[in-house]
């Protein structure tokens, strides 16, 4: 059954360092999003992505957060300067439309721990 | 906007048991989808049901069920004779049909003690 996957699964930096997630969604999906979940919490949404382009974002998602479709797999979240409280899992998700269903398939998230 | 609520924080069944894991929500849009999805230890977020506005039927798949009252704007999911395995956490989600993107509740973490 085809799958969003991310990686890394786990990743710990140093505060200020910048970060690179990467996510490949099920290949005949058009929308990507990124989520993120500070431990214990709540799923937020963070951006969604479509056409090669932001569509969406919340105001979690300021400056130092982008999105990046590379190539014709992969997507892409980069923070630039990590602060402790982006310190959370990030889940990005995948879905073939908005009409209709449109349910999200999320990846198994990738865990960042901020120092 | 929209509003999800799941008041249950934790619940604590022991193995057979039923449970009901409750979610409320509220919109302004008279088209929308609702989800429920399911958080193993693991950590991934698993899709387990999507219903539209316009379908109240009532949804059963083996052990779980769905309720979708639009009149009391809920959509609760039960769980019969629960097992170690169910233990996780829940999350109910609402997405209104002018939007694509799925507000999640809090969730509600179910612990089902063998």
């Known amino acids: 059954e085809p799958e969003v996957t991310q990686t890394p699964s786990h990743q710990v930096t140093q505060m200020g360092q910048e970060v690179i997630l990467r996510c490949v969604p099920i290949?005949?999906?058009?929308?990507f999003y990124w989520y993120r979940q500070i431990l214990g919490q709540k799923v937020e949404f963070l951006v969604s992505?479509?056409?090669?382009?932001?569509?969406?974002k919340s105001e979690i998602f300021d400056d130092q957060f982008s999105v990046e479709r590379p190539d014709g797999s992969n997507f892409t979240l980069k923070i630039r300067s990590t602060k402790l409280e982006d310190s959370a899992m990030y889940f990005c998700?995948?879905?073939?439309?908005?009409?209709?269903?449109?349910?999200?398939?999320f990846g198994e998230g990738s865990r960042l721990t901020v120092l | 906007a929209q509003k999800v609520t799941q008041a249950q924080t934790e619940i604590s069944v022991v193995e057979k048991e039923d449970v009901t894991l409750d979610c409320v929500y509220e919109?302004?849009?008279?088209?929308?989808?609702l989800f429920w999805y399911k958080q193993p230890p693991s950590g991934e977020l698993v899709f387990l049901i999507r219903?539209?506005?316009?379908?109240?039927q009532n949804e059963i798949s083996g052990r779980y069920s769905w309720n979708f009252q639009k009149s009391t704007s809920s959509f609760n999911f039960t769980i019969t004779a629960s097992q170690v395995v169910d233990s996780a956490v829940y999350f109910c989600?609402?997405?209104?049909?002018?939007?694509?993107?799925?507000?999640f509740g809090r969730g509600t973490s179910l612990i089902v003690h063998p």
């Open positions: 219903r539209n506005s316009f379908d109240e």
């Open positions: 992505f479509y056409n090669n382009e932001i569509s969406e």
């Open positions: 290949s005949n999906h058009l929308y």
């Open positions: 919109t302004r849009d008279t088209t929308y989808y």
């Open positions: 989600a609402l997405r209104p049909g002018g939007s694509y993107i799925p507000t």
């Open positions: 998700a995948s879905s073939v439309g908005t009409g209709g269903t449109g349910e999200l398939f």
